[in-house]
């Protein structure tokens, strides 16, 4: 049966193909002992140092080229530069020369060109008031022009003068504020350490009260069962009659157990005294810390509050305008009306 093998099949057979030879040939080149090199190659190592240095002066020659032309470069644009300049100092030199020898007002023509020496003939004439050209009355227009421009000025320093009050006022304002919020803030935490303090005070009592309580019941308690079990002359019956040896046994060791329970009572009472000292000063102790605690907060920010302004206040100070720049002296007024046309 014919088969047709198509070009993707028989690119990947010739890739197949061109693997297993390549694999065949290092393998006899890596198993054949007599072409295969075990170690460092020296000699590889030596044309890479040899070719390395090579490159090395190569590149420096080139750089060393490139930096001759440059200053070749260099040196040429710097001599067309002055060549340049010299030509522009000769073409002006002899530009005023020309127009000093050649163009002088005597010469031209641009007045009247039916008679070149109309120049000369006004020149020596003096023109009549009233003539076209003329300002009479440029004193009182300078006057009106200076007190124009004062009243600009009074104007202008006004406004200034107005705008730096209501931004010190704004400033003020915010100042206040600032110290209304911070009091009403140490108000209020005043008020909630106190409040702490408060509480702290009355569970103590509390506490307190509830132990004394327990303990006066246990005392009653113990009391009337002492009364109960201990037999007093004249109120119960058999009074008179001696005990037996055990009954008075028993009667000393419960009297001794009362001994020792008095003694433990008096023990755990200033224990608690003790305790309930302790709470109070350890309380007391940390009311203070955490108003210490808040002084030291407070007294860091005023400090970064006061340095925040002083920087606030050096910028404004540096940013705002010198009322000296707008000042006008009788040299201002002489740049105008310098010429009668």
């Known amino acids: 049966m014919f088969q047709v093998e198509l070009p993707r099949e028989r690119k ?15 393998r006899h080149r890596i198993f054949n002992e007599k072409f ?11 044309r890479q140092v040899i070719e390395k240095l090579k490159r090395k002066s190569e590149l420096k020659n080139q750089e060393d080229a490139q930096h001759a032309e440059v200053q070749q470069y260099n040196r040429a644009a710097g001599l067309l530069q002055r060549r340049h300049e010299k030509a522009d100092r000769s073409a002006h030199q002899a530009r005023a020369a020309f127009w000093h020898q050649n163009q002088n007002p005597q010469s031209r023509r641009e007045f009247d060109l039916n008679d070149p020496d109309a120049l000369k003939k006004t020149e020596s004439q003096m023109v009549l008031p009233g003539l076209l050209g003329e300002d009479p009355q440029s004193g009182s227009r300078q006057q009106r022009q200076q007190e124009q421009l004062r009243d600009w000025l009074l104007q ?9 009050l209501k931004q010190k006022l704004d400033e003020m304002l915010d100042d206040q504020y600032r110290q209304e919020v911070g009091r009403r803030a140490m108000e209020l935490q005043n008020l909630e350490m106190a409040k702490r303090k408060a509480d702290l005070i009355d569970d103590a009592n509390y506490n307190v009260a509830k132990l ?3 303990t006066n019941r246990e005392r009653e308690q113990r009391e009337d069962i002492a009364l109960s079990a201990l037999s007093i002359p004249a109120l119960y019956p058999g009074a008179n009659r001696k005990d037996p040896a055990e009954t008075q046994q028993q009667v000393t060791q419960f009297q001794l157990q009362q001994v020792l329970e008095r003694k433990r009572l008096e023990m755990e009472r200033k224990q608690r005294e003790e305790d309930q ?9 940390s009311a203070m810390m955490l108003e210490r605690l808040q002084e030291k907060q407070n007294k860091q920010l005023r400090k970064h509050m006061d340095s925040v302004n002083a920087q606030l206040a050096h910028i404004r100070l540096q940013e705002s305008p010198d ?10 007024f002489t740049q105008f009306n310098t010429c009668t046309r």
């Open 12 to 26: 990947a057979r010739e890739s197949a193909e061109r693997r297993q030879n390549y694999e065949a040939e290092r």
């Open 36 to 46: 295969r090199t075990i170690g460092v190659d020296k000699e590889a190592l030596d």
């Open 156 to 164: 202008q320093q006004n406004e200034l003068q107005q705008k730096r």
């Open 212 to 214: 004394v309580e327990k």
């Open 277 to 285: 000292d302790r709470l109070l000063l350890d309380s007391a102790r």
């Open 323 to 332: 009322l000296k720049r707008g000042r006008i002296d009788d040299s201002f």
